[in-house]
């Protein structure tokens, strides 16, 4: 089997391409601070950063129609903006945030009409599981989930009607409205419904938005709130 990527729902065998996953299996730096304290050996870690967006390299290959294909392949990569779903044969089950930066160097064998190059990524540091994308459904109050994974995930939860939702210790209330429900998206910290901005109908207890730890989290609502849905939005490394 030969072996390709997906971007932004554009899978490289439309271009003739096909990748070698060797750096696929690559995992990102989590930044630290660093503090050196005077008359003490070693550097005290400080405040815990983020993890750092990672590069990911695709060794590729074209075999037949070179050049129609790299101009085409080009094109697809250079007309998207901003971060788009990246996926590879190599993880079936998972699938990346990632930009394509530009620049390409080819080997071409123009006898053979064939030619091999890196296609590089730029990469936000989660590998978000497919499973993570599925939604969970609550229309009865308590009920629990559980993260399969050993990080901390901001989840997507929509929520019919209003009252008081309740996610492990957090407590978060809906306000009454016209709107049939409100999007709670954790990872971006927004509320809405569309593209109608939601923010002025949620308020947070603990003036956060929820997560999801590892392991079982409890999911409870009261008031008029007839369904929630969850995306959990499981990661790893």
């Not at 590729?60 to 085409?72: D, E, H, Q, R, V």
């Given at each position: 089997m030969?072996?390709?990527?997906?971007?932004?729902?554009?899978?490289?065998?439309?271009?003739?391409?096909?990748i070698?996953?060797?750096?696929?299996?690559?995992?990102?730096?989590?930044?630290?601070?660093?503090i050196n304290v005077p008359g003490r050996d070693g550097a005290v870690l400080g405040i815990e950063k983020h993890f750092e967006n990672i590069e990911l390299v695709?060794?590729?290959?074209?075999?037949?129609?070179?050049?129609?294909?790299?101009?085409?392949?080009?094109?697809?990569?250079?007309?998207?903006?901003?971060?788009?779903?990246?996926?590879?044969?190599?993880?079936?089950?998972?699938?990346?945030?990632?930009?394509?930066?530009?620049g390409m160097e080819v080997e071409a064998r123009t006898?053979?009409?064939?030619?091999?190059?890196?296609?590089?990524?730029?990469?936000?540091?989660?590998?978000?599981?497919?499973?993570?994308?599925?939604?969970?459904t609550f229309t009865t109050s308590p009920g629990s989930i559980s993260n399969p994974t050993s990080f901390t995930s901001r989840p997507i939860i929509r929520v019919y009607g209003y009252g008081t939702l309740t996610v492990n210790s957090n407590s978060i209330t809906i306000s009454q409205?016209?709107?049939s429900y409100v999007d709670i998206d954790s990872e971006v910290m927004d509320c809405y419904k569309g593209s109608v901005n939601m923010n002025g109908l949620v308020s947070f207890q603990a003036n956060d938005f929820p997560t999801l730890i590892p392991g079982?989290?409890?999911?409870?609502f009261s008031g008029n709130i007839t369904k929630v849905e969850v995306t959990p939005k499981w990661w790893k490394v």
């Open positions: 030969r072996n390709y990527f997906t971007f932004d729902d554009k899978a490289s065998t439309l271009y003739g391409v096909y070698t996953g060797t750096g696929t299996y690559n995992a990102p730096e989590r930044a630290y601070e660093t695709y060794p590729a290959f074209i075999y037949s129609n070179f050049k129609g294909n790299l101009s085409n392949l080009k094109g697809m990569l250079m007309s998207k903006v901003g971060y788009k779903k990246l996926s590879d044969t190599y993880h079936p089950d998972e699938y990346r945030l990632a930009f394509y930066r530009g006898q053979h009409d064939a030619g091999q190059f890196d296609i590089v990524f730029e990469c936000k540091p989660q590998r978000y599981l497919v499973s993570g994308d599925t939604v969970t409205s016209t709107n079982s989290n409890s999911i409870a």
